[in-house]
């Protein structure tokens, strides 16, 4: 291997070198140093590796403010002294840990001394400190500013599960889909899992397009689901009517039971019927039930058999799409995906469908925070699979642009942490709280990333890491890329039948 590149030199501060930290100065300011970066430093236990938290520059001609205002006054020292000669780029870091001469990873206890030299890191060293797994990882892209794959190990991205977060526009359905690709193109022998995707807005279903993916992914949209009225309980009833009172849902109950003995499948209406011939239940009660049942009715979700049916849908190294563009409903949307995810989770947790990965675009809305119950018909399941699934290998992958406003349960609980961009100070207070390994200097990064690149923390990784997502191999859904506002115009003006497609 060609020598390391040498970037600078350890210099003495008020309180560094020391056991945590260390700056040095930098030999060129072309050498490509960056904040973010991992370096290298040969220390008496071994080699040191060390992350750039700052850059600044200095300049001692610059270091005094009478002075400084004196030469001002007159341009003449700008040509009399050599002032650029004596500006100085130094780089901060952070000691994370020393590779020993045995080869095992250690605090370091000793540091660094003033005078050596501070080297690229060893790219093997990187990889192994990183916890990245190169042979058989999920490649999500590149470890920025190093010549190193991001792959990640699959269980350990997931086991514990995962959320992806940023602002909208961020790039998180780009990395998402990203990640699909890696787990549906994924060789048998390496491990696979099934895929069930919450897809609100219809962005992953041009998988069922592409000639490469065709045959491992199944749509089913939203409006085609139907759920049993057999298998609904009058609490689901309930939650979805929430002026039922107490009484009048333990009277549901009673109905609900004595038709499921008497019949093998029944409908909303047959409920319905049921009640007004009910001899138990007052003429008030009556009234109101069957108003609100029907009013259940005309929603048309509710029928005699489930659609579709859950037994064969999830399979290892495929993807079950549920399309929800065309379902405008918030609490049907709600009500549907909980119908999915109980389903699958039941019969995961009875082995009957494989390990699973179930990922929810746009989580706050059906795992909020603080709303009321009956707004939020889906939080109960996807807490419970927070809690419980990865006992039975039912994991979870969140996605939000509002991670304020996704439980606090279901997202403590999702152990890997895709960042990308963050710009909201909420959001990134409420990232700081539930990760300890996050510092502030990463944070600030956070707020100016690039679309498309992001921070990885938690389980996936030993430390927090920048990657650059890399290029997807599918084509990316027509419609769903927002387009600059200002080529919108333009189309339009120049062209106005091509602008119909943004309308
Ligand atoms: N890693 C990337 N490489 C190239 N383009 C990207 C990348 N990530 C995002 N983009 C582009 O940015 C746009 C917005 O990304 P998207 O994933 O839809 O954002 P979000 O889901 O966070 O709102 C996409 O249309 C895509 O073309
Ligand atoms: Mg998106």
Not at 69 to 91: D, G, H, L, N, Q
Not at 383 to 396: I, Q, S, V
Not at 423 to 434: E, M
Not at 455 to 466: C, D, K, Q, T, W
Request: proline share 3%; charged share 25%.
């Amino acid at each position: 291997m060609a020598d390391p590149a040498i970037y600078g030199t350890v210099i003495t501060t008020e309180d560094s070198p020391s056991v945590s930290s260390f700056a040095f100065v930098i030999h060129s300011d072309t050498a490509g140093v960056k904040r973010g970066q991992f370096v290298s430093v040969k220390t008496t236990e071994g080699t040191a590796i060390a992350t750039i938290s700052n850059i600044f520059k200095t300049n001692k001609y610059f270091e005094s403010a009478g002075s400084v205002r004196e030469y001002s006054k007159t341009t003449e020292m700008y040509t009399a002294f050599p002032i650029k000669e004596w500006e100085y780029t130094v780089a901060e870091t952070k000691l994370l840990g020393v590779y020993t001469k045995d080869g095992s990873l250690q605090r370091a206890s000793f540091p660094p001394s003033p005078g050596i030299e501070v080297t690229e890191v060893d790219l093997q060293m990187l990889n192994r400190f990183l916890g990245l797994d190169q042979e058989r990882g999920i490649d999500l892209g590149e470890i920025q500013q190093h010549d190193l794959r991001a792959k990640f190990n699959l269980t350990k991205m997931i086991q514990k599960h995962m959320a992806i977060l940023a602002i909208s526009g961020a790039g998180k359905s780009y990395a998402t889909a990203v990640f699909m690709e890696e787990l549906l193109l994924r060789d048998p022998k390496q491990g696979r899992i099934a895929l069930f995707v919450v897809d609100n807005h219809g962005e992953y279903i041009s998988f069922a397009d592409d000639s490469d993916f065709k045959d491992k992914v199944k749509i089913i949209n939203g409006e085609d689901v139907r759920i049993s009225v057999r298998n609904t309980t009058e609490k689901v009833f309930a939650s979805l009517l929430p002026e039922m009172s107490p009484v009048q849902v333990r009277e549901l109950g009673k109905i609900l039971h004595q038709l499921r003995n008497e019949k093998h499948s029944f409908e909303m209406k047959d409920v319905v019927d049921a009640i007004k011939i009910s001899e138990d239940i007052k003429k008030v009660s009556k009234d109101a039930l069957t108003g609100w049942l029907s009013e259940l009715e005309n929603m048309e979700i509710f029928s005699q058999d489930d659609y579709p049916g859950y037994e064969n849908l999830l399979e290892q190294g495929k993807m079950i799409i549920l399309n929800l563009r065309n379902v405008l409903d918030l609490k049907r949307k709600q009500l549907i995906v909980r119908q999915f995810s109980q389903k699958f989770f039941n019969l995961r947790r009875e082995g009957k469908v494989p390990p699973y990965l179930e990922i929810i675009e746009e989580a706050h809305n059906f795992c909020p925070e603080g709303a009321k119950s009956s707004e939020a018909l889906s939080r109960h399941i996807i807490e419970l699979l927070a809690r419980e699934g990865r006992k039975f290998y039912a994991n979870l992958c969140l996605i939000s642009q509002r991670p304020v406003q996704l439980s606090t349960t279901a997202l403590s609980q999702c152990n890997t942490q895709i960042i990308l961009r963050i710009t909201n100070p909420y959001d990134l207070d409420h990232i700081k709280k539930s990760s300890e390994a996050i510092s502030q200097s990463t944070l600030d990064i956070v707020n100016s990333l690039k679309v498309g690149e992001g921070l990885i923390i938690g389980e996936a990784v030993n430390y927090p890491v920048f990657v650059k997502i890399r290029k997807r191999k599918s084509k990316e859904s027509h419609g769903t890329k927002l387009e600059d506002y200002a080529i919108i115009w333009d189309k339009k003006s120049n062209n106005l039948a091509s602008g119909k497609e943004f309308l």
